[in-house]
């Protein structure tokens, strides 16, 4: 039963048919791990805690910079130095003091990943480096919790949602079966990132987590969904299966019509 306080809070989530009270109730019992706190993990955030997704625990290992302030509007100036899960933290209590967010100051990592996720309903992957997108995928795939991962660089974002063992279904290695050579990797540093771009993609895989938590909506699940934008377009493309691909070969899946 939703409170008198969560009942107005959640008002114009529980007047959606197909959401209703049911859906925000599902939100409200979820775990959500957020692994990366920058231009990606904070939209996410703060949307979540909005959205009232029960617990929420926010990985980073990095403080705040002047050069983050450009895209990462849930920091303020006055945060430049400091962690940024404690900053990312107080800010999303700040919009949701109802909800439980736990900041986690550790850079994720193989030795890591299985505690880190552990009791998690989504995994969240904001990272800035292959190694730990492999990690979490790995991770991810050992408890059979569904990996929604996000990447932005120039103008240009991608969105997957990993859960290969749901069926005949690819992981995160499918899509990326090793880490592209150094100078074709996007990289927000190198390579620079306009501001909005990391709120759009960051937003929509906000959207793909609650649609995941509240169970409506279409399934991302063995689909990318490709945005653009210089012209401000997104497309979603089916992603296959790699039979061949070294990180998910070991793992259990469902019978699947093969629907996707
Ligand atoms: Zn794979």
Do not use: W
């Not at 005949?168 to 909005?196: I, K, Q």
């Amino acid at each position: 039963m939703l409170t008198p306080d969560q009942t107005e809070r959640y008002l114009r989530h529980i007047v959606l048919k197909e959401m209703g009270a049911q859906g925000q109730q599902a939100l409200l019992a979820a775990r959500v791990v957020i692994v990366g706190a920058g231009g990606l993990g904070g939209p996410v955030l703060s949307y979540l805690a909005a959205a009232g997704v029960g617990r929420i625990a926010i990985v980073d290992d990095d403080a705040v910079e002047l050069s983050n302030l450009q895209r990462q509007i849930h920091f303020q100036t006055e945060d430049v130095g400091a962690g940024k899960v404690e900053r990312a933290a107080a800010s999303a209590r700040a919009i949701n003091p109802t909800i439980e967010i736990e900041p986690v100051a550790a850079r994720l990592d193989d030795a890591n990943a299985s505690d880190i996720i552990a009791g998690a309903d989504l995994v969240i992957d904001g990272v800035d480096s292959f190694e730990a997108r492999y990690a979490l995928n790995r991770a991810c795939m050992g408890a059979r919790v569904p990996l929604l991962s996000g990447a932005i660089g120039r103008f240009d974002g991608v969105i997957g949602l990993f859960a290969p063992y749901e069926g005949d279904l690819p992981c995160y290695g499918c899509f990326m079966p090793g880490a592209p050579p150094r100078e074709e990797v996007l990289n927000c540093a190198e390579e620079g990132v306009l501001g909005p771009v990391a709120g759009v993609v960051g937003t929509m895989m906000a959207l793909e987590a609650v649609k995941r938590l509240a169970g409506i909506g279409p399934s991302l699940v063995g689909h990318l969904l490709l945005y653009e934008g210089l012209s401000n377009t997104a497309r979603r493309v089916r992603l296959r299966r790699d039979p061949q691909c070294p990180h998910c070969a070991h793992v259990g899946r469902a019978h699947s019509t093969g629907s996707g």
